[in-house]
């Protein structure tokens, strides 16, 4: 029996994500699983874009000080003398003062989507977050896996930010970061978008091209 060429590309396509996803498989266990495990607290908060830094196995956004977005509309490095641990997770903060904002209202300076790129949330694919690529937009923190992303998520704000809430709240939150990214990277979502596509679409924005 023969298959049609679009059928025939479709399961091609699916073995060469497979097989991508036990190569990665691999690398992750050749290569000690310290992301992975630094980007899974047993936390309500879990996962978070974390980094283990000295003694502090899940320190949010690799040190950077969550509060000084908000209140010098910037990124800027944490030390680790000004720390606060919340929900297992370990903050970072520049000074005195931002700490106590901090611990005053935890809740007002989390990054959403536990710091990961909120345009790869979209498509429930918890990575990525480069804590210099940001928005904070109705007073709420998004980082961004490049400006790329960013500018991806910014054409559509109020449908990605949904799309975002439904799969954070539907799938990765309190999932396995590395498991989940791979299940979705697999098995797509049905607006799955690629990096080229979203490009294009960003492109065209700025050349005012409906």
Partial sequence: MTFPAAIDHHHASAWRRLATLLLATTALLLGGCAALRAQNP?????????????????????????????????????????KSVHQGVTFYFASAGHKALFDAAPATYIPQFG????????????????ADTWRILDGKLYIFG????????????????????KYWAEEVAGSNSFWQRSKRLVFRVPHYASGEEL???????KAGKP
């Avoid at 710091?115 to 480069?130: L, Q």
């Fill in 42 to 82: 047993d936390s309500p908060l879990k996962p978070v874009r974390a980094s283990a830094i000295g003694n502090d196995a899940h320190v949010m956004l690799d040190g950077h000080d969550v509060v000084a977005y908000f209140t010098q509309g910037r990124h800027a490095m944490g030390q680790p003398q000004f």
């Fill in 115 to 130: 710091g990961f790129c909120a345009n790869g949330i979209v498509y429930g694919i918890p990575w990525g977050g480069d």
């Fill in 146 to 165: 490049g400006a790329g992303s960013r500018d991806a998520f910014l054409l559509d704000v109020p449908g990605n930010r949904a799309l975002a809430q």
């Fill in 199 to 205: 490009a294009r679409r960003v492109a065209a924005a």
